[in-house]
Nanobody, 128 residues
Framework: QLQLVESGGGLVQPGGSLRLSCAVSGFPLHLYAIGWFRQAPGKEREGVSCVSSMGSMTNYADSVKGRFTISRDNAKNTVYLQMNSLKPEDTAIYYC?????????????????????WGQGTQVTVSS
């Protein structure tokens, strides 16, 4: 069955780095867009980054642009989110999600409605 499983979260100091992984199964990864989203307690879920089908486009929220990098390894059925220069405001549960439709040549993490299959999330805490 279709699954997305996030891992790699943890506690990191401000300015530190963390790499999240999204291991997928049950579908051909390269045909779908994958997005990263996050939600802090009491706040709405927000888009962080996404990579389009075939990796033709990556996109980032302004708040993380230049600090985070999304990538995919189709052979490993895994999408990564490399997070550098972490800030306390990055603290949240991070989710990866798959687009509802295949062959998305573009993606926008702000268009959360395009992503309909979700993992369970992994906690990222940025604190001294």
């Amino acid at each position: 069955q279709l699954q997305l499983v996030e891992s790699g979260g943890g506690l990191v100091q401000p300015g530190g780095s963390l790499r999240l992984s999204c291991a997928v199964s049950g579908f051909p990864l390269h045909l779908y867009a994958i997005g990263w989203f996050r939600q802090a307690p009491g706040k709405e879920r927000e888009g962080v980054s996404c990579v389009s089908s075939m990796g033709s486009m990556t996109n980032y929220a302004d708040s993380v642009k230049g600090r985070f990098t999304i990538s995919r390894d189709n052979a490993k059925n895994t999408v990564y989110l490399q997070m550098n220069s972490l800030k306390p405001e990055d603290t949240a549960i991070y989710y990866c999600a798959r687009s509802q439709t295949a062959f998305l040549s573009t993606c926008d993490p702000a268009r959360m409605y395009e992503f309909t299959y979700w993992g369970q999330g992994t906690q990222v805490t940025v604190s001294s």
